[in-house]
């Protein structure tokens, strides 16, 4: 008896546990998909305003898989050293801001458009502010 009552507490927590992580799952995907990501490993020390990628903006432009397969960018908030010799050669923002796809890079303000000292992340929007404390405490 004891050892049922046991098991099915485990079970029970087993899927508790599972619907946290799908949620959190979507959760880390909302973030990106509607949050801008300020992307500040260079800006600041070379003197620029941090950049501002506004994530939804693209997304509603092209799909995943341009950016994050085709273009190599890594799903991480500050996580794929770019500088702007890469751009200028025609990687990641490069590939589209070159004056055909996108404007190009000459507008150096539509881009380092952020408060200078702001720390790389994904910028807060009201989902992440609200699905933070429901998910467990990791990231
Ligand atoms: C299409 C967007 C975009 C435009 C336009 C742009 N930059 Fe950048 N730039 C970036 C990104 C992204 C980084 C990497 C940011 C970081 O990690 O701090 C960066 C980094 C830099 C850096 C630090 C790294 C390095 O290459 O030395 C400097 C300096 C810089 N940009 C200057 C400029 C200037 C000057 C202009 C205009 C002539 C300009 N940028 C236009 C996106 C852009
Ligand atoms: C136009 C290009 C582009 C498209 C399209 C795009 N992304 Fe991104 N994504 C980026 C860039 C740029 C970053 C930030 C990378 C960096 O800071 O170096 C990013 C970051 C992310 C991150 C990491 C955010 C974090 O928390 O660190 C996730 C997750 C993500 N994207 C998911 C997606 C998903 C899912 C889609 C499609 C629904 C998508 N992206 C479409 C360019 C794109
Ligand atoms: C797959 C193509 C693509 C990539 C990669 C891309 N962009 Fe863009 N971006 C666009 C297009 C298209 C527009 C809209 C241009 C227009 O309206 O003329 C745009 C617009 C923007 C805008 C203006 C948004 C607004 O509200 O008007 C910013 C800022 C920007 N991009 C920053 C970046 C930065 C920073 C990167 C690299 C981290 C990047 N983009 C990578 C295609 C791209």
Redesign the pocket.
């Known amino acids: 008896m004891k050892s049922t009552r046991v098991s099915g507490g485990g079970l029970l927590a087993a899927i508790l546990l599972a619907v946290f992580a799908l949620l959190f799952a979507d959760v880390?995907?909302a973030?990106?998909?509607y949050?801008d990501?300020v992307?500040n490993n260079y800006s600041d020390k070379a003197g620029m305003r941090p950049v501002v990628?506004p994530?939804w903006f693209?997304?509603i432009?092209?799909?995943?898989?341009?950016?994050?397969a085709d273009?190599g960018?890594?799903?991480?908030?500050?996580?794929?050293?770019?500088n702007m010799v890469k751009i200028i050669d025609g990687q990641?923002?490069g590939a589209?801001h070159n004056g055909d796809i996108a404007w190009s890079v000459e507008n150096c303000n539509l881009c380092h458009s952020g408060k200078p000292n702001t720390p790389?992340q994904?910028h807060e929007s009201t989902i992440q502010k609200l699905a933070i404390p429901a998910g467990p405490a990791k990231k």
């Open positions: 880390q995907d973030q990106a998909e949050g990501v992307i990628f994530h693209h997304r432009r092209f799909r995943c898989k341009v950016c994050h273009l960018f890594k799903f991480k908030a500050g996580g794929n050293e770019i990641f923002c589209c790389t994904v």
